[in-house]
């Protein structure tokens, strides 16, 4: 069964704070995993994509745990423009067709 | 500037009649999708293509149909099959195949309302 599960957030935290979101997927042979952010009412938008080794781009750390079968996404030094909804996204295969979303974690920075 | 352009923006849709939403893509990619997200709920997925002439229905494609004559586009059609049809839809292509990661980009989406 295709799954992808996040953290149910909400997150509230403040300005400057640390903050890390988890996803676990259940298909053990996924293949591409991806953070997406989501503002209201807009279309998601690819955030990072995440490697084996983990990567890192400025503030934001992705890390793979494939035999846990989870991925993280820690953002550092939160800004008031971080608020966002981020995806977990999962791709079952490299075809396309097995892209599965999760269900997003909602993230507050506050002043 | 390469792109995913979905049109109208908003639209709004009388009882028993069929609606269009656009999506035009001038990346180059092969694949293409419909996503509907229902308010503080997450995608799911319509419709896919991987190639033209060729699609696949996802989850919920019930009241919906599509068409992929052309590898820049592939419209939706809500049809009066849709009882429920107010929400964000959204259009997304990408890349297959191939080694390593693949990720969808987003066109900025149709709100359709019933009226």
């Known amino acids: 069964r295709k799954e992808v599960e996040q953290d149910p957030g909400p997150f509230n935290v403040p300005e400057g704070a640390t903050v890390a979101f988890n996803c676990t997927y259940s298909?053990?042979?996924?293949?591409?995993f991806f953070w997406y952010r989501q503002d209201c009412r807009k279309e998601p938008k690819l955030l990072m994509s995440?490697?084996?080794s983990g990567n890192e781009d400025g503030r934001f750390t992705a890390q793979l745990n494939r035999a846990s079968q989870y991925i993280s996404l820690l953002i550092r030094d939160s800004k008031l423009s971080d608020s966002a909804t981020y995806l977990c996204?999962?791709?079952?295969?490299?075809?396309?067709?097995?892209?599965?979303f999760g269900p997003g974690t909602r993230l507050s920075v506050l002043p | 500037d390469g792109g995913i352009t979905q049109s109208p923006k908003y639209l709004f849709r009388k009882e028993g009649q069929n609606v269009t939403l656009s999506c035009e893509q001038n990346?180059?990619?092969?694949?293409m999708y419909w996503y509907r997200q229902d308010p503080g709920q997450g995608l799911r997925l319509i419709y896919y293509?991987?190639?033209?002439?060729?699609?696949q229905k996802g989850d919920i494609a019930e009241g919906y149909s599509v068409s992929r004559e052309k590898k820049e586009s592939f419209p939706l059609t809500v049809t009066s099959a849709q009882k429920n049809p107010t929400a964000f839809y959204l259009c997304?292509?990408?890349?297959?195949?191939?080694?390593?990661?693949?990720?969808?980009?987003f066109g900025d989406g149709t709100r359709l309302s019933i009226l």
């Open positions: 996204v999962v791709n079952f295969d490299n075809y396309g067709q097995n892209f599965v």
């Open positions: 298909n053990s042979a996924s293949q591409s």
């Open positions: 990346l180059n990619h092969d694949a």
């Open positions: 997304a292509s990408s890349m297959n195949g191939g080694a390593g990661n693949q990720p969808q980009h």
């Open positions: 293509s991987q190639i033209v002439n060729d699609f």
């Open positions: 995440v490697y084996s």
